[in-house]
Nanobody, 129 residues
Framework: QVQLVESGGGLVQAGDSRRLSCTFS????????MGWFRQAPGKERELVAA????????YFGDSVKGRFTTSRDNAENTVYLQMNSLTPEDTAVYYC??????????????????????WGKGTLVTVSS
């Protein structure tokens, strides 16, 4: 069974940077498309950054474009979310997600246009002003 474990959350100041990590286990990392989502208190879960299905590009949520980047280390089965210029509006629980290329689930109309099967438990990022 695929397991995802996020780390790197915590309390930061506005304007700071933070890097989150997500370690993948229990399956073939290369056969999964990875993404990051977040949920702020009282709000719905939203896309932060997710790879396109083919892996050649990344979808970013409008509120993080230009500030957040992602990377993937296939040797370490890990994906990273680099967050820069953090604001209090970035306060949320950040979730790592994985979508199986062998069992694609299409999600029409909304990036990343697929529905991940696997989710981590999340890591809380709190940005103070």
């Amino acid at each position: 069974q695929v397991q995802l474990v996020e780390s790197g959350g915590g309390l930061v100041q506005a304007g700071d940077s933070r890097r989150l990590s997500c370690t993948f286990s229990g399956g073939s990392f290369k056969m999964h498309v990875m993404g990051w989502f977040r949920q702020a208190p009282g709000k719905e879960r939203e896309l932060v950054a997710a790879s396109t299905w083919g892996g050649g590009d990344t979808y970013f949520g409008d509120s993080v474009k230009g500030r957040f980047t992602t990377s993937r280390d296939n040797a370490e089965n890990t994906v990273y979310l680099q967050m820069n210029s953090l604001t209090p509006e970035d306060t949320a629980v950040y979730y790592c997600a994985a979508a199986s290329k062998e069992l694609p689930r299409v999600a029409k109309g909304v990036p990343p246009y697929y529905d991940p099967q696997y989710w981590g438990k999340g890591t809380l990022v709190t940005v103070s002003s």
